[in-house]
């Protein structure tokens, strides 16, 4: 016996465009939200946006130049041989205004309230890693080859960076202080 209205009623498909549209647009969605996930992790993590320092090498006496802005005070500096990671010297508290404003003399004790050791090694590594702490508690740093920069032969008043030659007030601007 076959159902009395089987064929009353005839079948009707339902438009797939809308299904087709709604999982393009999710689809879409979830694109959108990885790729902004993708961009913020990729500008937290930039290493374009790392500060330069500055160092001259003038015999055995090597200065280097943190960036400060004018409140900016670097309470502590340490040294390291880049390729064993030993800390080679570490000074704490500069006793001069220019320490003080992130121009530092290595090695040089009697410029900071407590150094250790007070001389350096007898045979300074090719390559240094230099950071400095600031009052705050932030800091930064920078590595460099010692041959690079004793090979510059530096003008008075430059500091040798990745960018070239620059002066202590360039190396300041970089962090672009308000006066």
Request: proline content about 8%.
């Amino acid at each position: 016996m076959q159902h009395r209205y089987a064929y009353q009623y005839p079948y009707r498909r339902r438009p797939v465009w809308p299904v087709v549209l709604l999982g393009t647009v999710c689809g879409l969605a979830v694109l959108a939200a990885a790729g902004l996930w993708v961009y913020g992790a990729y500008s937290m993590s930039d290493p374009a946006t790392s500060l330069l320092f500055g160092i001259r090498v003038d015999g055995s006496r090597i200065s280097v130049k943190a960036p400060t802005c004018p409140t900016d005070e670097v309470t502590m500096v340490e040294v390291y041989d880049s390729d064993s990671e030993g800390l080679l010297w570490r000074a704490h508290g500069p006793k001069t205004p220019e320490g003080i404003r992130g121009s530092l003399t290595l090695w040089k004790a009697d410029d900071f309230r407590k150094a250790a050791p007070r001389t350096p090694p007898a045979r300074l590594p090719t390559n240094l890693d230099v950071s400095v702490t600031y009052t705050d508690g932030d800091g930064t740093g920078d590595a460099f080859d010692l041959r690079k920069v004793r090979a510059a032969h530096l003008p008075e008043g430059r500091y040798w960076t990745y960018d070239g030659p620059k002066t202590a007030a360039q190396l300041d601007a970089q962090l672009g202080c308000r006066a």
